[in-house]
Nanobody, 121 residues
Framework: QEHLEQSGGGLVQPGESLRLSCAAS?????????ISWFRQTPDQEREGVAI???????FYAERVKGRFTVSRDNAQNTVYLQMNSLKPEDTGVYYC??????????????WGQGTQVTVSS
């Protein structure tokens, strides 16, 4: 069974950093076109943050470019999201997802359980 297990997240102050992890089981990362990160808040639909593409360079949402970095460890079958210079508006529940790719949540067929990131002073 395909599964994504997330870890990381928590409460940090503005300007600090966090790293989220997304470990895949039941499939290998290379078998999916993309492993991506989405953010959801109570008043917004799930929105894309970063895409780790299997066959091309990563994509980032404009608001996180230069601050967030997505990477893969194929040996660990894990994708990471390094978040630096965090801002209060980065607050939300972060989900990793595996699938075809792109910014549309419906194009992903495997989802992690979500992890809360709160940026507040």
């Amino acid at each position: 069974q395909e599964h994504l297990e997330q870890s990381g997240g928590g409460l940090v102050q503005p300007g600090e950093s966090l790293r989220l992890s997304c470990a895949a089981s039941g499939f290998t990362l290379a078998n999916k076109n993309a492993i991506s990160w989405f953010r959801q808040t109570p008043d917004q639909e799930r929105e894309g943050v970063a895409i780790s593409n299997t066959y091309e360079d990563p994509f980032y949402a404009e608001r996180v470019k230069g601050r967030f970095t997505v990477s893969r460890d194929n040996a660990q079958n894990t994708v990471y999201l390094q978040m630096n210079s965090l801002k209060p508006e980065d607050t939300g529940v972060y989900y990793c997802a595996a699938g075809i790719g792109g910014w549309v949540p419906g194009w992903y067929d495997v989802w992690g359980q979500g992890t809360q990131v709160t940026v507040s002073s």
